[in-house]
Structures are given as structure tokens and as C-alpha cells.
């Protein structure tokens, strides 16, 4: 398999909605891929997650909004959201697919 890949699913331009897909997952760790084409995150609020979260940006560029600052990630950029730590992604580039890799652990 290829990260940047569709995963023999063939996604429309621009994509309709954001594409989450586990790649490998134990009862205590979960690794996503996620897809993103300007899409933010929901209107109505926070992420505020039971599981800490390590989240890598391999393509495009997106930035990420926490309680008390905002974060700009490019290709390469990473960070540890740990687990309750309130955030949401308020943009993601709009005219090339924006991909994460998430690892969920604890």
C-alpha cells in the first residue's frame, strides 16, 4: 500500500467530505489516514478526544486551533495532541488534498 495512494477508491474532486480510513489498529493504538480537500472541522465545536494524539501532515497544508493558540503544519510537521486537550482544524488547502497520518494511543 501507498499513503498517498486512493486505496482503490476512486474519490471525486473536490472531495464531498473528509476520508478517514484505519490502517492498523490493537486495543490500545489506532493509525489513520486522513484526507482532507479544504475541509475544516465541524461547526459545532471541539475535538475533546479520550485518546491522545500524534498527528503527522505528509502533504498539503492545514492549521490546527487550540484553546489558547493556533499551529500552521506543512509537510513534515508533526505534534502530540494530548488526550482532552480541546482543538479543531479551522483550514486546510483548498486546491490539493491535505494528508495526515493520526496515531491514537493511550
Known amino acids: 500500500m501507498n499513503i498517498f495512494a486512493d486505496h482503490g477508491v476512486t474519490y471525486s474532486s473536490p472531495l464531498p467530505a473528509e476520508v478517514f ?7 490500545h ?3 489513520e489516514r486522513i484526507v482532507s480537500e479544504g475541509h ?11 485518546q ?5 501532515l505528509l502533504q498539503g ?11 500552521a503544519l506543512s ?3 508533526y505534534v502530540n495532541i494530548p488526550a482532552h486537550r480541546k ?3 479551522v483550514w486546510t488547502t483548498p486546491d490539493q488534498r ?3 497520518l493520526a496515531v491514537f494511543y493511550g
Open 21 to 27: 480510513e484505519t490502517l492498523a489498529q490493537s486495543a
Open 29 to 31: 493504538v489506532r493509525i
Open 40 to 50: 475544516t472541522s465541524p461547526a459545532h465545536g471541539w475535538y475533546d478526544q479520550e
Open 52 to 56: 491522545s494524539e500524534w498527528v503527522l
Open 61 to 71: 497544508a492545514a492549521r490546527l486551533e487550540f484553546e489558547d493558540s493556533t499551529l
Open 75 to 77: 509537510p513534515g510537521d
Open 87 to 89: 482543538h479543531r482544524v
Open 98 to 100: 491535505t494528508i495526515w
